[in-house]
């Protein structure tokens, strides 16, 4: 079974420009979370989908957005691009919030210049 | 403010002894509790996890312990492998489930031959 792909790996964007990233999860997964990974910080929890929903969402500014489509994929756009947003990002799917265990993947390198 | 803490950034250990990862958290709502393995450029690795009514948790060679009264939680690998050498994860949730992580800031453990 493939695991948790995420697209594109690396990205490079300028101050002020937007970026979209994409994360497919397990077949079967129906729940998808993003974390956002920065050495001062570590990993932070972003958001959670689930069947199209936003279920959770962490302590991060209006800028930083995310979907989910009827696949289960999930998409998460961050406007206005600062140099603070430099980070890895991870997807992790989950047959469903409240069980199983949270598969991650590769994560999105992206850096703001 | 880190409500997960691990205070030890490194841990060196002989190949075949007891590796001991340590994990205090200030949340009195977290309820479950996880460790994740990660190697560089691949997301983290589910290992373990324990829920707050049990205070001990065994899978193989890996042995979570939860002290809800010291909010201290600890990760023994015995006996350990030079597979072992990795970046190590604790992580809470206020769920009840692998949702809406916080993550710790990591251990590296590196396992010595």
């Known amino acids: 079974k493939a695991g948790v792909t995420q697209t594109p790996r690396y990205l490079i964007k300028t101050r002020g420009q937007q970026v979209t990233l994409s994360c497919s999860p397990i077949?079967?997964?129906?729940?998808v979370s993003w974390y956002q990974q920065t050495p001062g910080q570590g990993l932070q929890f972003l958001f959670e989908?689930?069947?199209?929903?936003?279920?959770n969402k962490g302590n991060f500014p209006g800028r930083f957005s995310g979907r989910q489509f009827s696949n289960s994929r999930s998409e998460m756009n961050v406007s206005t691009l600062e140099l603070g947003d430099s980070a890895l990002y991870l997807c992790a799917s989950s047959l469903t919030p409240d069980g199983g265990t949270q598969y991650f993947g590769p994560g999105t390198r992206l850096l703001v210049l | 403010d880190q409500q997960v803490k691990q205070n030890s950034p490194s841990l060196s250990v002989q190949e075949g002894r007891i590796s001991i990862l340590n994990c205090d958290y200030t949340?009195?709502?977290?309820?479950?509790f996880l460790w994740y393995k990660k190697y560089p450029a691949e997301g983290p690795t589910f290992l373990i996890s324990?829920?707050?009514?049990?205070d001990k948790n065994e899978d193989g060679r890996f042995t979570v312990f939860l002290n809800k009264s010291a909010k201290h939680l600890s990760l023994h690998i015995v006996p350990s492998q030079p597979g072992d050498s990795a970046v190590y994860f604790c992580a809470a949730s206020d769920t009840g489930t692998a949702s809406k992580l916080t993550f710790g800031t990591g251990t590296r453990l590196q396992v010595t031959l």
């Open positions: 949340n009195s709502m977290f309820d479950y």
């Open positions: 989908y689930f069947s199209e929903t936003q279920r």
């Open positions: 077949s079967g997964h129906r729940s």
């Open positions: 324990i829920s707050s009514i049990k």
